[in-house]
């Protein structure tokens, strides 16, 4: 994957300037709370370790309860992400923390399996609408040769919880029988309480545009919106989709077929592997820190992946790769067995690190595509009806699970669905959108 010749062009002081405030100022307070947005979402897989012993829940009923949150991300996240292009990122993203967070909270007090189903269907539609209004929110900030790198850094916040979160969830499962609570219960209050802070916090310093950011100076403004403004130009030249359009679009469909493909391995892996660790032999302790560590070494990955396709401008191979990546780890585990725990952990470091790297690629494809309205709506279709495989893929590992009593066919099960994802981006071919913007000339013509 060369680097065009067309690609290479020297960054203006002006430019490396005003992006490098826009990140120092943005990006830190979109990752607090996509950290948030993580601890909660996946919190439940390690919960599962002793809720599901204490209410008598199958690995089918958990995997049901865990996965039904993308029902109601799924009903409500176009919707939400409407709301946030006409009312702004701050108000909106702070209404999304506060909600999910009170919401989250409330999983401690689930006492069979309806209750469960219940709590987490509503706190997906509580946080529906966060992931897809942030990768809108980039595209009003940054150009399109920035987007994948800074998407990296942002998406790097859900790896860092996936780092931090299991140790923190094992220390607070040993809280049980505290206050007359199980730690399980301990687990989702204590990890309610950031998202409720980052609502303060996101209020207080996030700034919806560009034209509001006081602290830029009037010439990096005026820079950022003539750069916008012409890839804008660029993208509509070529083809200017309405909302409804954009919704009926073929390719935007074979996109959300992609980004699907990839959440069933994500989410089906993700909620269930403290237990597929803990079927090593260990101790709670010791579940949480190798739980997180395929996440160190995909931390890594998915920055320089992110890197790599922008320097290179390219996006296709990067992302089919990084599918294909996962695949053949989750596909490693089969033939290798429980038997050998520490082959089975570098093959799930493997295909941590081809998972993690799909997402921050991927979406600088629908945004190179789609703008304004089109490209709110556009977003969150890709991510609601995507995001479905977060409940397809844990529910799918619990039914064969309990009907194999094998996790190693399970995994392989969700082997399948990032392969599908890369053979379907790969016969959808070249969108020119891609292209970025080649020289600051370009603009000034």
């Known amino acids: ?15 490396r300037e005003t992006i490098h405030r826009i990140a120092w100022r943005l990006i830190p307070l979109l990752m ?62 702070a209404r999304i923390l506060f909600t999910w967070g009170i ?8 006492w069979d399996a309806w209750s469960f189903y219940i709590v987490r269907f509503l706190v997906g539609v509580a946080e529906a609408g966060f992931y897809p209004g942030v990768v809108l929110y980039l595209t009003w900030w940054f150009p399109s040769s920035y987007r994948t790198r800074m998407m990296a850094l942002f998406q790097s916040a859900s790896v860092i919880s996936l780092i931090i979160g299991p140790i923190i969830s094992a220390e607070l499962l040993k809280l049980d029988g505290v206050s007359g609570l199980h730690g399980w219960q301990w687990l989702f209050l204590a990890e309610a309480v950031p998202p409720l802070v980052m609502c303060v916090v996101t209020l207080l ?7 509001h950011a006081t602290w830029l100076r009037p010439d990096q403004r005026d820079w950022l919106d003539g750069r916008l403004q012409a890839e804008r130009a660029q993208r509509e030249s070529i083809h200017r989709y309405e909302l409804g359009e954009a919704l009926r679009n073929p390719r935007v469909w074979w996109l959300t077929l992609v980004y699907f493909g990839q959440n069933v391995s994500n989410y089906g892996l993700l909620i ?54 996962c695949a053949a780890g989750l596909a490693a585990c089969v033939f290798i ?67 194999t009593a094998s996790d190693t066919i399970a995994l392989l099960c969700l082997a399948a669905a990032p392969v599908v994802s890369a053979i379907v981006l790969v016969s959808l071919g070249h969108d020119r959108r891609l292209e970025r913007i080649p020289s600051q000339a370009a603009i000034a013509e």
């Not at 994957?1 to 430019?15: D, F, K």
């Not at 919401?103 to 689930?110: D, E, I, K, Y």
């Not at 101790?283 to 395929?294: H, K, N, Q």
């Not at 089919?320 to 990546?325: D, P």
Request: proline share 5%; hydrophobic share 50%; aromatic share 12%.
């Open 103 to 110: 919401l989250s909270g409330l999983t401690a007090f689930v």
């Open 337 to 403: 067995g429980f038997e050998r725990p520490a082959l089975m952990m570098v093959a799930l470091i493997l295909a941590a690190m081809g998972q993690q790297s799909i997402a921050p690629t991927f979406w600088s494809m629908p945004t190179a595509l789609l703008s304004g309205t089109a490209a709110a709506g556009g977003i969150a279709l890709i991510n609601s009806v995507g995001n479905l495989g977060g409940f397809v893929g844990p529910y799918a590992f619990g039914l064969v699970r309990d009907a």
């Open 205 to 211: 310093l996030l700034t919806d545009r560009p034209r």
């Open 272 to 325: 269930f592997l403290p237990q597929i660790v803990k079927s090593f032999g260990v101790s709670t302790t010791m579940t949480g820190v190798l739980s997180a560590l395929p996440f160190v070494f995909a931390a890594v990955a998915m920055l320089y992946w992110g890197w790599h396709s922008d320097r290179t401008g390219e996006r296709t191979y990067h992302v089919a790769g990084a599918c294909l990546l």
């Open 1 to 15: 994957m060369a680097e065009s010749p067309a690609l290479r062009h020297p960054v203006e002081p002006l430019e």
């Open 32 to 93: 607090l709370g996509y950290f948030c947005a993580y601890l909660d979402r996946v919190n439940v897989g390690f919960a599962g370790l002793t809720m599901n012993r204490d209410l008598g829940f199958s690995a089918t009923v958990f995997g049901f309860g865990a996965g039904i949150f993308f029902i109601g991300y799924f009903l409500a996240e176009l919707p939400s992400n409407l709301i946030l292009n006409r009312v702004g990122a701050r108000v909106w993203i």
